[in-house]
């Protein structure tokens, strides 16, 4: 059942004052850090992939000083990129993924990527939290990127009550106001590492705790 009575205008200003002290989310800050292209931002994500952002954002900054564009990748060795991204987990397997992307790109689409997200899916291994996210950072395109912490909070909230990440993009694509399609992941990922964390999350001192179901939140404690 969602929470009829939650305000998301209020909670959206509440939370964006609440994350401004700690980092940004690692794509949006390598887009302020001018890696805001398309292709940097998706291979941005697929390094971030089951990668704590503090160790992702370095590690993206480290290969786009080796090499940022489709050919500049597409030029190096799987096992030269592999050792730059080495911290990234599953590194060999991403290095793997990011140089065959990087090559069709050279060879179909005159090595740029083209802000399309049925091309962006097909890639292997890129699933629409990637692909939404490129697509709203690097083209201003209206999409909702729902990651763990994304999935999490909104159920807690109570906004929205699904069971999966895809059910709940489906969801929030019916119920958010678009307006906040991008920045949802921009403010609930920093928001899920810091306040609304997966376990003891820090209900107590939280700025939208009036507004909150708490769904399931005892279950964490």
């Known amino acids: ?9 209020v909670v959206m200003k509440r939370v ?31 390094l971030s992939i089951r990668t704590r ?3 992702s954002l370095p590690v993206s900054l480290n290969l786009f000083t080796r090499a940022r564009t489709p ?3 597409a030029d190096l060795d799987v096992a030269e990129i592999a050792k ?9 397997r991403k290095a793997e ?12 689409h005159d090595g740029k990527l083209p802000c399309d997200r049925e091309l962006l899916l097909s890639f292997n291994g890129v699933g629409p ?9 690097a083209c201003d395109q209206k999409v909702i990127s729902v990651d763990i912490h994304v999935h999490r909070i909104t159920n807690r909230w109570g906004y929205v009550a699904e069971k999966t990440p895809g059910k709940t993009m489906d969801a929030l694509q019916a119920k958010l106001p678009e307006k906040y399609w991008i920045a949802i992941n921009r403010l609930l990922v920093p928001f899920g590492k810091h306040i609304c964390t997966a376990s003891r999350p820090r209900c107590a001192t939280c700025p939208v705790q009036t507004m909150c179901q708490q769904v399931e939140v005892e279950s964490h404690r």
Do not use: W
């Open 16 to 46: 964006a004052e609440a994350v401004r002290p700690f980092p940004k989310a690692a794509m949006f800050e390598l887009a302020e850090k001018g890696h805001d292209t398309p292709f940097e931002q998706l291979v941005g994500c697929i």
């Open 129 to 137: 939290k990637c692909a939404n996210l490129a697509l709203g950072i």
């Open 53 to 55: 952002d503090e160790v």
């Open 97 to 108: 993924q990011i140089k065959a992307i990087a090559q069709e790109l050279v060879a179909a």
């Open 1 to 9: 059942m969602t929470n009829e009575n939650f305000d998301i205008d």
């Open 84 to 92: 730059i991204i080495r911290r990234s987990s599953f590194s060999e």
């Open 71 to 73: 050919q500049q990748i």
